[in-house]
Every structure is written in structure tokens, then in C-alpha cells.
């Protein structure tokens, strides 16, 4: 697997979905957050590429015969990674109970929950101090409530392209915590490293491309042309920091070691 290749692709993908987007929100949407008709083309790219993308580093790491040692998070750059999605954590709490999100309660204090695991996690970094076990579970409870909670909201609301963008975002952060946790808990396989791989970029990609074109488009339009929304844009941001860093920073030529398939643990 090309690591430098696939980082670099990586960055590019969501420069690139993320201008796409944000022009798609300004111009070719409706005072009602519609889109316009006229525009099936350009509207149509942002998923194709998307879509490629991640079939594209699904597929390498599948057949890749490396594996990390484990997930890295020393130095200032993992507390610094870990303490910022603690504080954008908070933030959607906030968000949601001030905004009157659906369960709005609920996700304040699971959200809070999942920050403090964050900023456990940030300690763990620079102090000689091993990270909980179970508070891997906080971040899996707060994206299990929010995948409910993003149910109720859009079953009472008209389809969205944003709507799907958000049900990717919070399924495949969901998906990543639970992996992750299995990782903490020294449960992990060389395939669950794969999985890892595929839905860190994945999660991050969907949930950058779900919030910063939002925010974007706030700033330029003044929130003429932005939906309400289901999932708080920290909470966004928040798994798509976590999960970015710590994809990419894990999956490094340092960190890595090949090994031969046929030495491949049982599943």
C-alpha cells in the first residue's frame, strides 16, 4: 500500500470535495436548501469522486500486507489532535441543547462524556499514563445516540443532499469508534487495522465534506442557502479531526511492518 501516495490523494480529495460542495450549496441550491434542476452534472460529482476515493483505499487496504503496531498517540500533536476534538465534543453538546436538536439533552451529556474520553485520551500522550479501556465506549455511546437521533430528525423532513451526506458521516464514525475501541482494548487483528484504515479516511472524509462547506456557505450566504441540520458541525469536526489524525498518523512506513498473508491470524 502506497501510504505517502494514498495521504497525499487523501488531501487532495477533500480540498477538492470541499470546494465542490461549498459552489453546490451557493449557487446551485434554492432559497429552501434545494437543488436546482439544470445541474445534474455537476451535481453528480462530488459523490462520484467521493465514492471513487474510498473504493480506491478500501481496496488497497485490503490487500495491503502492512500493519501497524498500534495506534499512535504520543507527542504534542496527538494531545493537541485528541484535547481539540474534546473541546469541538463539548461544543456540539452545547449546540445541541441550545439549538433544540431532537434528544438535544441526551447528546449534551454523552457528548461531554465523549470529550472527557478525549481529553483522557490527550493526556495519554504526553504523560506517562495509559488510557481506559472502557472510556473507548463513551465516544461509541455519543455516535450510537446521534445515529438515532439523525433517524428521527430526517424521517420528518424532505430528502436533502445534506441528509445523506450527515447518515454516511455518523454511521462510519460509529463504525470507526467501535473499531477504535477494539484497538484500546488489545483485540485487534490484523484485520481489524484494515477496517481501521478504511473508515478512518472515510469518516473523516464524509464528515469534513458534510461540515466545512456548511460553515462555508453560512459565512457567504448568511445562511440563506444552509438546511438545519441533524448531526451539531462540531460533533462533525470533532470525528473528523480524531479520526483523521490518528488514520493517517498510525499508517505510517515507521509504524508499519510488513507481514505474510499466509501468516495472517485467524479471524
Known sequence: MKLKFITKLYILTNILLTVLRTLQIIFFTDDNCFLTKGHTAFNVISPVICVLFLLYTCGNALISTRKPKTVINKGWFGFAASAISGVLYIMAGADALVSGFAGGKAIFILSLAAGFSCFLFAASAVFDYKFPKPCALLLIAFWLAQMIMTY??????????RMVYEIFAV?????????????????????TFKIFYCLGLAASTLCF????????????????????????????????VFAAYYTINSFTIKNTKKTIPLQEEEL
Not at 171 to 191: D, P, Y
Open 152 to 161: 428521527i430528525f430526517y424521517t420528518e423532513r424532505p430528502l436533502r443532499v
Open 171 to 191: 454511521v462510519l464514525c460509529l463504525l470507526f469508534s467501535s473499531t477504535f475501541g477494539k484497538i484500546e482494548s488489545g483485540i485487534a487483528n490484523r484485520t
Open 209 to 240: 465534506v458534510s461540515a466545512v462547506p456548511e460553515f462555508l456557505a453560512f459565512i457567504f450566504t448568511a445562511g440563506s442557502h444552509v438546511s438545519v441540520t441533524a448531526v451539531p458541525v462540531p460533533a462533525l469536526l470533532a470525528g473528523g
